[in-house]
């Protein structure tokens, strides 16, 4: 995807440069999420692992945020947060359906990947040009990986929360 960045291939109208704001604001909203995740929990492990997530979403933003710069126009500035964020991680996702933070957590963090992935798939079946299709099947890809990392680690934590609530089979 850097190289068509670089050389400039991609040609982009107004629709997709508002598809290219949504997803810089979904990249900020997630950076956001994973930060508080990571400043709420005590266990390091997991606090790391969120902070990597904050990270890669914030790597995702800035990618974002370059391609729009290249290829908006300049003569019709359009400041990013303007426009509507595709909801994907909003406060109201953030219910809480166990007493452990990390578990409650890295569940949100499973919907909202989900719906990330989703919402870069359904840009890239609207999207006009070939190469932004790349772009945003190439983000999906990146969600998908999260997702997983996700999964693993929730199912782990999903299994040792049972035990300690006394759920496991004596």
């Known amino acids: 995807m850097e190289i068509l ?9 107004d629709k997709e440069l508002l598809t290219l704001k949504r997803a810089v604001l979904n990249e900020e909203e997630g950076y956001q999420f994973y930060t508080l995740a990571a400043q709420q929990t005590r266990d390091e492990a997991t606090k790391s692992a969120f902070a990597f997530l904050a990270e890669e979403e ?12 290249q290829k908006a126009n300049p003569l019709k500035p359009a400041p990013i947060l303007e426009y509507s ?14 007493g452990s933070l990390e578990v409650s957590v890295y569940g949100i963090g ?14 890239a079946e609207e999207a006009e040009s070939e190469e ?5 099947l190439h983000l999906a890809e990146w969600e998908t990986g999260h997702l997983e990392m996700l999964e ?3 199912e782990q934590l999903k299994e040792d929360w049972w035990d300690q609530q006394g759920f496991s089979p004596s």
């Open 5 to 13: 960045l670089e050389r400039g291939l991609i040609t982009i109208g």
């Open 58 to 69: 914030s790597k995702h933003k800035s990618w974002l945020l370059e391609l729009y710069r």
């Open 85 to 98: 964020s595709p909801g994907v991680f909003r406060p109201a996702n953030a219910k809480t359906e166990s």
């Open 110 to 123: 499973i919907l909202m990947e989900k719906a990330s992935r989703e919402f870069y798939r359904q840009a």
């Open 132 to 136: 932004l299709k790349a772009v945003y």
């Open 152 to 154: 693993k680690i929730y």
